[in-house]
């Protein structure tokens, strides 16, 4: 009792439709983990995208409690207003590097849903040896 050639030809077929689907869908989707903001700046506008950037120092206004942000953010030699609703993470401060995904509105200001701050002292190789 072997497996029919007929049958192994439909299980194929269907694994590569799969993965054709998959290959298509993310370059259609755009598998991007962010752009600056000059990019985003220059060709986003309506569409959803995330973008990393830097809080600009004096630009943030927030209420924890009411759970929303506006602040700017600059990168790629560009700045741009950020206005989000959500949970601000306990480490969202000025200076610090974010992640902000959401859409460019036609007036400029990008308008995220979600808001993530990285931590790159976390993520760095020490310069001097563990001893």
């Known amino acids: 009792m ?24 993310g370059a259609r989707g755009g598998w991007v983990y962010y752009v600056d903001v000059a990019t985003c700046m220059e060709e986003r506008v309506g ?18 409690v009411g759970l929303w942000a506006r602040f700017e953010m600059s990168g790629g030699g560009a700045g741009m207003p950020v206005r989000y ?29 979600v808001l993530l701050t990285k931590c790159a002292s976390k993520y760095q190789s020490r310069s001097e040896p563990v001893p």
């Open 47 to 64: 569409q959803r995208v995330r973008v990393h950037g830097v809080v600009r120092k004096g630009s943030v206004e927030m209420d924890r």
């Open 2 to 25: 072997g497996i029919r050639p007929g049958k192994l030809l439909v299980g194929v077929g269907a694994i590569a439709l799969s993965v054709a689907y998959l290959g298509y869908a």
């Open 85 to 113: 609703e959500g949970a601000i993470p306990d480490m969202f401060e000025e200076g610090r590097e974010v992640i902000v995904e959401g859409s460019l509105s036609a007036d400029g200001v990008f308008v995220a849903d």
